[in-house]
């Protein structure tokens, strides 16, 4: 019996081609108690790679954490599949906003400790004491409160492309570090404020808002589905939208665009431009925004070192990164010095 993805992307994405459906991409999450992640993961594998299913899965004693794409036409079975485990019936699947069919090229179920890499030691506070969930309208109505605070749970590169109006977007490379970072700055506001905040998906603010409420906070809102919940709703019932630029999302989509506002810039001209690129020296990766002309004069490149190494042979740029470990490690996501036009975030705010 299969139980792990076996074609390479490539062969994939001749194959979603060569079908020529559409592919409907959605995320979803569920914390729940699973006595044992591996069996559930071998069971989510066989069904769901029989229902064509691609994505990245990730299932731990805590629950499940889901980004996937599936043919259209066969969402009513995996809505039946899903109903059909008692802890995920009816749970809400957040639907893409801008859709593409090769999202995912693999099907990849992974047992993890955590389904969400939060740094966090759920055991020294009470996770179960959330904040209260709002949907599109009520979060449009708080926000223009005077008594709010908003906050970004997202890191630099995400909300560096997009964000709310008036948002707190804390210049953190992880979830981790902007909670000490919130909590210390806001500090003075635990009682007296209003603490809104916000995800792409909804997950992280689960967590945060737990954290938030056992350092003191009173008053703590989150966002119910996040950005992409938020876009579906505000379309739905034709309310005010409040994001600006793009959302952006942890496929091979990278961002999906919710409004026409560009309020990033390129990293390396400075021109506005909000679109997410790799630098093409695999020895580097770096996730840096790059506009269409310094793609093509630097040639997908972050510097011109990285230039120089690109266009050395394969076999020598492999030289090159031996005992260098992996490139993620390497440079921190999406910041590098070189680069003169990134964006400094608001790290320390008044309130
Ligand atoms: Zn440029
Ligand atoms: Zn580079």
Known sequence: MQLYNKLSAKERAELIDKAGKNRLTLSFYQYAKIGNPQIFRNHLFIAWNALDVLGRIYVAQEGINGQLSLPADRFNEFKQHIDSVSFLKDIRLNIAVDQNNKSFLKLKIKVRDKILADGLND????????????????????????????????????????????AI??????????????????????????????????????????????????????????????????KEHDLENEFLGQNFVFDDRRAERISEDVIANCHQCGNPFDIHTNCANEACH???????????????????????????????????????????????????????????LRNIFEV
């Open 123 to 166: 055991d020294t506070f009470d996770v179960r004491n959330k904040g209260i969930h709002v949907g599109a309208k009520q979060f449009n109505q708080l926000i223009e409160g005077e008594n709010t605070i908003l906050v970004d749970m997202r890191n630099h590169y995400e909300s560096e492309i997009g964000h709310f109006k008036n």
């Open 169 to 234: 977007t804390p210049d953190v490379d992880t979830f981790r570090e902007s909670l000490d970072i919130i909590e210390d700055d806001l500090k003075s506001h635990k009682e007296d404020k209003n603490l809104v905040m916000y995800c792409t998906g909804g997950i992280r603010c689960e967590k945060a808002s737990a954290y938030f409420k056992h350092k003191g906070f009173k008053n703590v809102f989150q966002l119910e589905g996040g950005i992409i919940e938020y876009t579906r709703q505000v």
């Open 286 to 344: 770096l996730l840096f925004i790059q506009c269409n002309n310094c793609k093509e004069q630097m040639e997908n490149c972050c510097s011109t070192n990285c230039m120089d190494i690109n266009q050395l042979p394969y076999i020598k740029q492999k030289e090159l990164r031996k005992g260098q470990g992996n490139s993620n490690d390497i440079f921190k996501k999406g910041r590098a010095d070189y680069l003169p036009f990134k964006k400094d």
